[in-house]
């Protein structure tokens, strides 16, 4: 059937480098996709999207891709810091979640 | 401004209970979603309100629950006669579109526990 899932459940990197959390999701249809953060006890808090018009998009330290081809979506967080660490989710027009990277950075 | 809140913060009932969770979404915000999260899980889309309308509520897992919106702006999510597996985090969302690329603002959810 179809799903959003992560390739990775869990993310270990240094302070400072880049992270990249990746993400697949299987229905061709689906035309915006999300990414959150959710730190523990709070709700999920919005960090970039993008639409399936776009392969592209960059936020303030964040960059997400969309590659269509081989359903794959990516977030790169530049010189990841501690705060950054957090569970992350990508979903598929509001309404499908995937399963979630921990993301831990290391001082 | 204020953001999205949610009450209760927590709520402990028992096997075969009514419950109401409430939610207060941002002022302004025509766009309102109930999603429900268990632990270790991604949340799981419940149910769209765009204005007083559901414009969408495929996610609903049976019809035990329920959800009102009824001005527009606050919103219930009822569940009758609650089951231990209903036990989970109840996150709300708003945004000021429907459909279109717009934000959505989380509340901090209201922690359901049946027992």
């Known amino acids: 059937g179809e799903s959003v899932g992560l390739h990775l459940p869990t993310l270990s990197v240094q302070e400072g480098d880049n992270s990249i959390i990746n993400c697949a999701y299987s229905n061709s249809a689906s035309d915006y996709f999300i990414w959150y953060k959710q730190e523990s006890g709070k709700g999920p808090q919005f960090i970039i999207d993008i639409r399936s018009n776009m392969d592209k998009r960059q936020g303030q330290r964040v960059t997400v891709l969309l590659n269509k081809t081989v359903k794959h979506l990516s977030l790169q967080i530049a010189a990841t810091q501690p705060g950054d660490s957090a569970v992350y989710f990508c979903?598929?027009?509001?309404?499908?979640f995937g399963a979630g990277t921990r993301l831990t950075v290391k001082p | 401004g204020a953001g999205v809140s949610q009450t209760p913060s927590n709520k402990v009932t028992e096997k075969g209970k009514y419950v109401e969770l409430r939610c207060d979404p941002i002022s302004g915000h025509t766009a309102l979603y109930w999603y429900r999260q268990s632990l270790g899980q991604g949340p799981e889309f419940l149910i769209y309100f765009q204005g007083t309308g559901a414009a969408d509520d495929s996610g609903l897992p049976n019809d035990r629950f329920f959800a009102v919106r009824p001005e527009g702006s606050v919103s219930t999510l009822k569940i009758q006669r609650t089951e231990r597996g209903d036990s989970a985090v109840y996150l709300c969302?708003?945004?000021?579109?429907?459909?279109?690329?717009?934000?959505?603002?989380f509340g901090p959810g209201t922690r359901l526990t049946v027992l």
């Open positions: 979903a598929e027009n509001r309404a499908r």
């Open positions: 969302a708003s945004s000021s579109l429907s459909g279109g690329a717009s934000e959505q603002f």
